[in-house]
């Protein structure tokens, strides 16, 4: 994987129209993310990090504006080009998980695998589909339903589904919004190893615990970004889930 940078947004501005009414969502923004960041896109409701992680996903254009992703002005692609960009390039987790619930863990994982132009006979999807499974420590659970995991289990299968066709950008919009804070650290850990091993990450949350185990932190409000920082005293995820352990056994003392 080269180095350099992989997003680029150049003065992108989103525009919504109701009636005779116009909502500035994004509002000028220029932001470069380099290959192998995790990036955390922070703001309140209303800040514009929903729809800058939307443009970022391709799930949209902008009204006016670049955006450049892996070095390709992706600003003015029709629909099913951008579709295409988002299966081959990107890879989503969702706050809702956005799995299919009568389906097994590993059918989740193949079905961007399904809508892409891979060729894969059925022991290959299969494989791969247990590969990333494994990656992610659901080894054993392949062949299990939704209802049959847990919530942590169930982001387990939305970030391997995410993986599994080994995206440039992995993009998480408020990925432990629905979970506890021990199954929170334990996911946040997930993406840490997925950034060491060099995938960018850009990550939606409006917590800033959460935001403090990025490298980066983005501050948006009214559509502008107001900060943008480094993380001085980033978190661990394996040294809060030991910190957590020691707490369980204190108490069961």
């Known amino acids: 994987m080269n180095n350099g940078t992989v997003v680029k947004l150049i003065d992108v501005h989103k525009i919504y129209r109701s009636g005779e009414m116009e909502v500035q969502a994004v509002c000028g923004v220029s932001l470069e993310i380099q290959r192998g960041e995790f990036v955390a896109l922070m703001g309140a409701s209303g800040s514009g990090k929903s729809t800058l992680m939307n443009l970022l996903g391709c799930l949209d ?77 659901l080894q054993g659970r392949e062949e299990h339903h939704p209802s049959q995991l847990s919530g942590g289990q169930q982001q387990r299968v939305a970030i391997a589904r995410a993986l599994i066709n080994e995206p440039e950008v992995l993009l998480a919009d408020e990925p432990t919004g629905n979970l506890d804070s021990r199954t929170s650290v334990e996911i946040m850990g997930i993406f840490q190893e997925l950034n060491d091993r060099g995938i960018t990450v850009i990550m939606v949350t409006h917590e800033q615990d959460i935001a403090a185990y990025a490298k980066r932190n983005v501050l948006l409000r009214d559509g502008l970004i107001v900060n943008d920082f480094a993380v001085a005293n980033r978190h661990d995820a394996a040294t809060e889930m030991e910190r957590l352990a020691r707490s369980t056994m204190d108490e069961d003392k």
């Open 61 to 137: 254009r902008p009204t006016r504006g670049q955006y450049l992703l892996d070095n390709t002005d992706v600003s003015h692609l029709n629909r099913d080009q951008l579709a295409d960009v988002r299966n081959g390039k990107l890879g989503f987790v969702f706050q809702s998980f956005n799995l299919l619930p009568r389906t097994s863990a590993r059918e989740n994982v193949e079905l961007p695998l399904l809508y892409g132009k891979h060729q894969l006979s059925y022991p290959q999807l299969r494989e791969r589909a247990d590969r990333v499974l494994a990656s992610v420590g």
